[in-house]
């Protein structure tokens, strides 16, 4: 008789699957809302900021900064990708650069990706730093 076996749970994962849902749903009605209210799409990067900072501080409470940092790397490709897809389908009111680096195809694409890399790794570690800051005053050393 086999015992089966659990996977480890890992809760950083979680809290990167409701980023990645969160950052959906901002890609989401951001286009729409762009669109509808004919605002630029950039002013909702405002909410991506503090969703990437605020999920980089709570990973960065409970793991290290290589687990932290590649969480946010994970959530900045997928927000490159597939979050610009979804505000280009859904006609999102752009009058920054996005557009026209989506035009020159493949290499457009790769310039935004690893903007968008770098950018998330700035972010996470703000978040990572003030994760630190909170957890240094939790516990003084004295």
């Known amino acids: 008789m086999e015992s089966q076996l659990t996977p480890i ?3 950083y994962k979680k809290i990167l699957e409701q980023g990645i849902f969160t950052i959906t749903l901002v890609a989401i009605v951001g286009s729409l ?5 004919k605002i630029d ?3 909702f990067s405002i909410v991506s900021i503090i969703i990437y900072i605020g999920l980089a501080y709570l990973i960065g409470l409970k793991q290290n900064l290589k687990t932290t940092l590649w969480s946010i790397i994970k959530l900045g490709l997928y927000d490159s990708v ?4 979804l505000s280009l389908w859904l006609e999102a009111n752009f009058s920054g ?8 195809g493949i290499i457009g694409w ?12 700035i972010l996470g570690l703000i ?3 003030i ?10 050393t004295s």
């Open 9 to 11: 749970e890992k809760p």
């Open 97 to 104: 650069f996005e557009k026209e680096l989506y035009q020159y």
């Open 41 to 43: 799409y950039g002013w």
């Open 127 to 129: 978040g990572y730093g």
């Open 82 to 85: 597939v979050g610009l897809f």
């Open 131 to 140: 994760a630190m800051k909170k957890n240094s005053n939790k516990n003084p």
């Open 110 to 121: 790769m310039f935004i990706i690893i903007l968008q890399i770098a950018f998330s790794i």
């Open 33 to 37: 809302l762009s669109r509808w209210l």
